[in-house]
């Protein structure tokens, strides 16, 4: 399959492998210049990252790097968790020769939920109370001959429950093992925002896409949290260049989540 991707643009380094720090963006003579990009400096200043912890596709094998609270307020690492030159949205990348985690083939630079201001982690049950999240979030770049990609799902123990998973430009909503469940649209252009939203209670999740429920998913389930970023579904062993220019990205903008 061809390779998809849009072009990044200029002055941004892609050749990073590992995790590091991005710096300030530099001074200007403009006030309005300086105070974006103070404002800026991390994803926590984009995203309310309060009960969420952060995994990255770097470290060693099978033990990717994860950044919790408090760190999380004051990190970014570039290229794979920095915010954008808008200042309006974060942007998520794990290259198909990333880190993973034990219980994956592919690498993923995405968000946990945690609760107590990021000191333990979620789980909850979908049968009692309401458990939401809302994501605004657009798929920005897909890695090569396997242009899979998840950009927010719900988890459950040690399996994920349902997902949103872009597949080229057929974008899915999945129910555990079927990937391609329920197509959302078959005609999804990289970089277009849309917002996600998973509602589960009752013993079931109701999945929406800008706004309208595109299906209802039964899950009876007490160990299960959510999950937001860039989840490649590549690895080098089905994607090549086996580098960090080929990658998944996902870009977010907004991110809540409520239960009651």
Known sequence: MSRMRII?????SVAASTAALVLPAQADTS?????????????????DLTNWKMTLPTGDEEDPTEITQPELATFAAKPWFRVNEGCDAVRFRAAVNGVTTGGSSYPRAELREMTDNGEEEASWSTTEGTHTLVVKEAFWALPN?????VGAQVHGGDDDVTVFRLEGRKLYITDGDDSRHHLVTDDYELGTEFQAKFVAKGGKIAVYYNGERETTISHDGDTNYFKAGAY?????????????DNYGEVRISSLKVTHS
């Open 8 to 12: 990044v643009l200029a002055g941004i």
């Open 31 to 47: 006030t309005r210049h300086d105070a974006t990009a103070a404002r800026c400096t991390y994803p926590a200043d984009v995203l």
């Open 145 to 149: 001959d396997k242009p899979h990609l």
């Open 232 to 244: 490649t579904q590549a690895n080098c062993g089905n994607s090549d260049p086996c580098d960090s």
